[in-house]
């Protein structure tokens, strides 16, 4: 039930009398240059924006193995700019427009290597966006540097922006620590780079793209911060990961691509694509997304009785539940919160966590009872 009605809510999240996106307009690839085709879009209609824009590596010369093969590397006309200035014109007008067609409460994620990822995230401060965490993905198996005349390159940075400092952001936070065996989702994501059957290659045997990326990856950032139902868009689809990641999970999206040889590829590996079963793509609900529940609540519906002892979980204090939802320790009458954290000589406390009730010899967090409370009444 509270999903829906985030969902209904984000839906209505547009600029009212301004046309919104139609259903025929999304999940399909638009074939034609990014700032362009955003332009034709409406304000405020996306859910998140996944970017993989071009490096602007400006690479000189041809790269050899030792074995004295040549390395597959980005030397693409699209990844080429006159000057570090022009990349950086391109990069504030596409991200300008990136900007107004996302939602308030949407979030954007541009992932690139060094040689652009700094002028990137400081065009992202500039255009107003606030920064929510920059995430490195460790490649678990990265290309060596041949020359060794350098670190190993193992990683790219990807930046994960809300639009404001005040926005309602979506971040499933219970489900990436479900994602991560019940540990909070760090920082730093070890992941494989994109190989095997996964690697789309041409007739030839050569890649499709010189920088596909893994749908492991995908599938990490589209499931920490949008639902079923979300759209996505990605403006430099390339061969169409975010596609196919996004009609496995159920979202609906828009892709970008101005080379046909990678619309041809991403239409046929979309249409492939087999999405998840809808029994399947429940989550577990973050603390953010779900209904405040008072301490009171539970005493009202009988979950805790008036008199009731808790106790923290070393058992070093007694409190007893007063009708009103204080706590009573020792004469001293709080919120489970402040009396928490009075107890403690602490500035604050999470009372739901802190405070324990005995059921069946055992001490359980009152967090689980305003759990079961969700439960019994449908939030």
Request: charged share 30%.
């Amino acid at each position: 039930m509270a999903a829906a009605k985030r969902a209904e809510a984000k839906r209505g999240n547009v600029v009212s009398g301004r046309p919104q996106l139609s259903l025929l307009s999304l999940d399909r690839i638009i074939e034609q240059d990014c700032i362009e085709a955003m332009k034709a879009m409406p304000d405020r209609s996306v859910d998140m924006i996944f970017a993989d824009p071009p490096y602007n590596l400006q690479l000189g010369g041809d790269l050899w193995r030792p074995e004295g093969g040549m390395v597959d590397a980005v030397d693409d006309d699209w990844d080429k700019f006159d000057s570090i200035e022009a990349y950086d014109r391109f990069t504030h007008a596409w991200l300008a427009e990136a900007r107004r067609v996302l939602k308030d409460d949407g979030t954007i994620w541009v992932i690139g290597s060094y040689h652009n990822i700094f002028r990137v995230g400081a065009a992202l401060q500039d255009q107003g966006f606030w920064v929510l965490n920059d995430i490195v993905w460790r490649k678990a198996n990265p290309m060596p540097n041949f020359k060794g005349t350098r670190f190993t390159n193992a990683h790219e940075t990807l930046i994960w922006c809300a639009k404001s400092e005040k926005a309602r952001y979506t971040f499933n936070y219970k489900a990436m620590k479900a994602l991560n065996d019940e540990l909070q989702m760090r920082s730093d994501w070890v992941l494989p780079i994109c190989g095997g059957a996964e690697r789309l290659k041409d007739d030839d045997g050569h890649k499709t793209h010189p920088t596909q990326k893994p749908e492991a990856l995908l599938y990490r950032v589209l499931l920490s911060c949008t639902e079923p139902g979300d759209i996505v868009l990605d403006p430099f689809f390339g061969t169409g990961t975010t596609g196919a990641v996004a009609k496995r999970l159920k979202r609906r999206w828009i892709g970008i691509e101005r080379e046909p040889k990678y619309v041809a590829a991403a239409r046929e590996r979309i249409e492939s694509a087999l999405p998840l079963d809808e029994s399947a793509m429940t989550v577990m609900p973050s603390r953010k997304s779900q209904k405040r529940v008072p301490f009171g609540a539970l005493i009202e519906t009988g979950l805790i009785a008036p008199g009731a002892v808790l106790t923290d979980a070393k058992r070093r204090w007694r409190a007893v539940v007063q009708a009103d939802a204080s706590l009573v320790v020792e004469g001293r009458q709080e919120s489970i919160h402040k009396l928490g954290a009075v107890l403690q000589g602490l500035p604050s406390c999470n009372g739901w966590t802190f405070w324990h009730v005995e059921e069946a010899g055992a001490l359980i967090a009152i967090d689980a009872l305003r759990e079961r409370h969700r439960v019994e009444v449908g939030e």
